[in-house]
């Protein structure tokens, strides 16, 4: 890539985020968005966790902002901080999951926080809904329903036994020669 479209880039970056600034009526999201680039870049030259860990989690909050600005909705903040955390697991694979398990749980809260607000758990139907399913779990586990078998569980055996050895004859620690061996086993009497 040349300066030439560097420039370019830049001044389509600055025209988008100058775009969004105007329409969210606010620009600290903005602010989050231009260190969490810093920390991404950071990563992509040192491969340091930690700059990709901070930079997942302040790209996810000013989305989270720029979101809620936008739409006026609490739970977006949320889910994108927990999708954050989810793209620094999926980048960065650790042995240890835990920035995809706090990011599902920030992006369930946030949608629990998003369905509360909009009304849906307040009405009728899904209460009714929930209750049905519910039930519906019910019947398939008593076998009421054989399209659908329930699980067959698994008992856990007892690895069997090892083979059994046989112990070896003691040794004298004697050498014998073959033609020693073969007189002493198949003696025959000519002396």
């Known amino acids: 890539m040349d300066r030439r479209h560097l420039l370019a880039y830049g001044l389509i970056a600055f025209g988008v985020l100058a775009l969004l600034a105007r329409a969210a009526g606010g620009t600290g999201w903005l602010w989050l968005g231009v260190v969490a680039a810093v920390a991404l870049t950071a990563?992509?030259?040192?491969r340091t966790y930690g700059f990709l860990l901070l930079?997942?989690?302040?790209?996810?909050?000013?989305l989270g902002i720029l979101l809620t600005d936008l739409f006026a909705c609490d739970g977006v903040f949320l889910v994108s901080l927990g999708a954050?955390?989810?793209?620094?697991?999926?980048?960065?694979?650790?042995?240890q999951r835990w920035a995809t398990y706090l990011g599902a749980v920030l992006a369930a809260l946030g949608l629990l926080a998003g369905l509360l607000e909009s009304g849906v758990l307040g009405s009728t139907w899904l209460p009714l809904v929930l209750i049905a399913a519910g039930v519906a779990l019910l019947w398939r586990d008593r076998g009421g329903d054989?399209?659908?078998p329930p699980p067959q569980r698994s008992v856990p055996t007892a690895p069997p036994p090892p083979p059994a050895s046989t112990p070896l004859a003691p040794s004298t620690g004697l050498v014998q020669d073959d033609a020693e061996q073969s007189d002493t086993h198949g003696e025959s009497d000519t002396r």
């Open 43 to 46: 990563y992509v030259n040192t």
């Open 55 to 62: 930079g997942g989690v302040l790209a996810g909050s000013a």
């Open 84 to 95: 954050g955390l989810i793209a620094v697991d999926r980048v960065h694979p650790l042995q």
């Open 146 to 148: 054989r399209r659908f």
